[in-house]
């Protein structure tokens, strides 16, 4: 079969090249510049040829493809038209496919969905490691078993070449809020941003931010998933937390991304090459409620011998392998091959993968074992945080008027007096323990709460305080028993003190929390109300 890669010098396209050949396909290596496309065809006896994907496509028609796959990128500047290369595709009866991993082209193709039907031939976007290789994942994972949540990384290691596309496209969304499916709302989130460790298998644990890629606006209704988290981290923690402050910057001014400043990012990453390793990897994971309770279940994927870069190449290759397999029609590339497909496509790298499952036990049912019981089922409801939960309600508070108070209000950003305001609460597990983020009518602050020996903790930034966790008279209740700063003990008298309960009334969960300041004991916040599960 003749496969015209256009891109094909490009860093996931020369991937697909070798491998396309390697099966046997006579490969044309197509982009606007002779000379590399010369030199890339050279390598693999592939065929090279000159063509704009915007420009006169006559060269490329001359070359009789059976299929042709769109690697070059990035597909955020498709420019007005973003499917015009596809719709002209269609319009030879060619079957066209693109790596896209930009949401808006990958989810959008279906416009194109009759005229590909009418002509005969299939149009894929997203045929890369997502949505192609997530999706044959995840519905392998659920198998047959209703989903809750499915949170997938990407973590290369930092020896990985790197491509002026794949930069771009990061910088482009990099500071960008976008919509993540949260316990069935739409929530938004600032891309880049929300770092979380990942296990990826052999050892290796890195972290991920959280960035926007296709399964956020296709995942929740294939699977009938309530919550869809993305997240891809580079191996160097310099190179992380530059992004991050990079995220944190744009995320205020909105600033464009001009052409220098990808340029100058390349030029940087290029230079830390040498540093790090060539071991990457990729996780999914699903988590369900199954008969033996809830389960979450992972699938992860290393490839070591610095090639994780073919990985967004093997659906492509497994798709053109058995291209009758395929139906007619234009769409992403949600489950258009089985997890198993990949697995063969990948047979000839160095790539091993793995299937585990975990045993989900709640944070506060962990830390309170039998006395969990002991508790109204509306408590013990709210804390069965098995994925991202949100409960929304109503609520009031009370702030401090004293210098003092005032001070460790705004240190902590609690809300400002109110009566009688919308309040969402947010709780998400997180590296072992829970994120707690609370919304009183736009006034945010969040904490994250954790198991450390037998204890559990509560922190602020740079506080974190022990909390003497206990079930009394049927309520659950926070008494502050120490804390700290950083790593620096705070003495008995600097702690603040706090009198919060959560507890049952009228067959609702509620809470009241009342915050005194250290030193004078005067009040910093008050806040209660009640709240129920979002959308139960």
Not at 156 to 173: D, E, K, Y
Not at 445 to 460: C, N, P, V
Request: aromatic content about 10%; overall charge neutral; glycine content about 10%.
């Amino acid at each position: 079969m003749r496969i015209v890669v256009l891109g094909g010098y490009g860093v996931f396209g020369a991937k697909l090249v070798d491998l396309l050949t390697r099966d046997g396909h006579d490969v044309v290596v197509a982009g606007r510049s002779l000379e590399k496309a010369t030199q890339l065809a050279a390598q693999f006896g592939a065929t090279p040829l000159v063509v704009d994907r915007a420009g006169d496509l006559a060269p490329l028609w001359a070359a009789t493809p059976d299929a042709v796959v769109d690697a070059a990128g990035p597909f955020h500047a498709y420019g007005d038209d973003p499917y015009a290369f596809a719709r002209a595709c269609i319009a030879q009866g060619v079957h066209y496919l693109d790596l896209a991993d930009d949401p808006a082209f990958c989810a959008g193709i279906t416009a194109l969905d009759a005229e590909a039907k009418a002509a005969g031939v299939f149009a894929l976007s997203g045929v890369s490691s997502v949505p192609a290789i997530s999706s044959a994942a995840v519905a392998a994972l659920a198998d047959g078993a209703q989903i809750d949540t499915i949170s997938t990384a990407i973590l290369p290691g930092n020896r990985a070449p790197r491509g002026r596309s794949v930069v771009a496209s990061i910088l482009h969304q990099c500071g960008v809020d976008f919509d993540v499916p949260i316990d069935g709302a739409k929530v938004p989130m600032r891309s880049w941003s929300r770092p979380a460790k990942f296990d990826i298998g052999q050892g290796i644990v890195r972290p991920g931010w959280m960035i926007e890629v296709p399964d956020h606006r296709l995942f929740a209704d294939a699977f009938g998933a309530r919550s869809v988290l993305f997240r891809a981290g580079l191996e160097l923690g310099v190179m992380n937390w530059a992004l991050a402050l990079f995220s944190w910057l744009r995320g205020f001014w909105r600033f464009p991304i001009p052409g220098w400043l990808v340029s100058l990012l390349l030029w940087f990453a290029k230079l830390l090459y040498g540093f790090g390793t060539d071991e990457g990897g990729m996780s999914v994971a699903v988590t369900v409620q199954t008969d033996d309770g809830w389960k979450r279940r992972i699938w992860r994927l290393v490839a070591t011998d610095g090639e994780g870069p073919f990985i967004p190449a093997v659906a492509a290759r497994v798709v053109l392998r058995d291209i009758d397999a395929i139906p007619q029609g234009a769409r992403p590339a949600v489950t258009i091959v089985p997890i198993d497909a990949i697995a063969q496509g990948m047979s000839d790298l160095a790539v091993t993968t793995e299937r585990v499952t975990e045993d989900i036990h709640p944070l506060f049912a962990r830390h309170l074992k039998a006395d969990y019981e002991m508790l109204p089922a509306q408590v013990r409801d709210l804390h069965d945080v098995y994925g991202p939960r949100r409960w929304v309600g109503r609520g009031s508070v009370t702030r401090g008027k004293s210098v003092l108070s005032r001070l460790f209000g705004a240190l902590f950003r609690f809300p400002a007096d109110a009566a009688d305001i919308p309040v969402t609460v947010t709780m998400t597990p997180f590296n072992g323990g829970e994120r707690w983020e609370r919304d009183f009518d736009g006034q945010k602050f969040r904490s994250y709460l954790r198991q450390h020996k037998d204890t559990l903790t509560e922190r602020f930034g740079p506080f974190t305080f022990t909390l003497g966790l206990h079930v009394a008279d049927g309520q659950l209740h926070f008494p502050v028993t120490a804390g700290r700063i950083g790593p620096i003990p705070l003495p008995g008298f600097a702690l603040p003190k706090s009198v919060s309960r959560e507890y049952e009334k009228d067959g609702r969960f509620h809470f009241d929390v009342a915050l005194h300041a250290p030193f004078t004991g005067a009040p910093v916040v008050h806040y209660r109300g009640w709240l129920a599960r979002d959308g139960a």
